[in-house]
């Protein structure tokens, strides 16, 4: 089973994340922030990374650096953002993203990058 790791400090977000791909048959894990994530990192790989920008700690670009300097095997990063201005894009692509998305992300648009990054999701 894919593992992806949904970081972002709302709730209502992470649990919208998590009903979305359950649904697809994917194991999800939660941060509320960066460093939370990262302590998961180290503890287990990951498929997927799905990260917002604006968390408090560690935002999503400081995770994305951090993530991205670590001797792990390494997996694709959806940053996921309200931010929609061009300095934004080119932070998070420099950082490591491979896909920015802007909020609200609906699930079929969510759902095609996650396919496109990991394959197939249905177990």
Do not use: C, W
């Amino acid at each position: 089973m894919k593992r992806v790791l949904v970081i972002d400090d709302a709730a209502t977000v992470r649990m919208y994340y998590r009903v979305t791909l359950q649904g697809e048959g994917l194991h999800v894990e939660e941060a509320v922030n960066g460093i939370e994530g990262l302590e998961k990192v180290l503890k287990a790989p990951f498929d997927l990374y799905i990260v917002d920008v604006n968390m408090p700690k560690l935002d999503g670009f400081g995770f994305l650096r951090e993530l991205r300097s670590l001797e792990l095997p390494q997996a694709p990063a959806i940053m996921v953002s309200t931010e929609a201005e061009l300095p934004d894009l080119a932070q998070a692509f420099t950082a490591g993203a491979n896909v920015y998305l802007f909020k609200p992300v609906k699930p079929h648009q969510l759902l095609t990058h996650v396919r496109l990054l990991i394959g197939d999701v249905h177990p």
